[in-house]
């Protein structure tokens, strides 16, 4: 059942993921990504609009659906490096999730995203 639904919608990353990270449950940062899927690979954006950041690095493992995404892009103006790890969830549905470890220059937090 899930390779059919997976298949009506597509390569499971492509879209846009809503949610947020953060270094604990008390901070916690809103974050869009939008990922696309042109039959080779994977490319997208964190945060799309005027502080936007380009995927240099996007990579999906089909037997764990481990997902492993990085970025360089301004914050304040000084560089910083996003390291992004995590795993699909519910790839059957069109909703899954895509949750695991977010780096964001030093700082170091778990993540939540779902897809809209």
Same mark, same amino acid.
């Given at each position: 059942?899930? *390779?059919?639904? %997976?298949? +009506? =919608?597509?390569?499971?990353?492509?879209?846009?993921?809503?949610?947020?990270?953060?270094?604990?449950?008390?901070?916690?940062?809103?974050?869009?990504?939008?990922?696309?899927?042109?039959?080779?690979?994977?490319?997208?954006?964190?945060?799309?609009?005027?502080?936007?950041?380009?995927? +240099?690095?996007?990579?999906?493992?089909?037997?764990?659906?481990? *997902?492993?995404?990085?970025?360089?892009?301004?914050?304040?103006?000084?560089?910083?490096? =996003? %390291?992004?790890?995590?795993?699909?969830?519910?790839?059957?549905? =069109?909703?899954?999730?895509?949750?695991?470890?977010?780096? +964001?220059?030093? %700082?170091?937090?778990?993540?939540?995203?779902?897809?809209?």
């Amino acid at each position: 059942m899930s *390779v059919a639904l %997976v298949a +009506q =919608y597509g390569h499971p990353l492509k879209g846009s993921w809503s949610g947020d990270w953060g270094p604990n449950k008390d901070t916690r940062h809103r974050v869009l990504l939008e990922l696309n899927w042109d039959g080779k690979a994977i490319t997208g954006t964190i945060n799309p609009g005027p502080n936007a950041v380009t995927l +240099q690095r996007a990579t999906v493992d089909p037997a764990t659906w481990a *997902v492993h995404l990085e970025a360089e892009g301004k914050d304040g103006g000084r560089a910083v490096r =996003y %390291v992004i790890d995590g795993k699909i969830e519910n790839l059957g549905a =069109y909703n899954r999730t895509l949750s695991g470890t977010w780096t +964001q220059g030093d %700082v170091k937090g778990d993540f939540h995203l779902t897809r809209n």
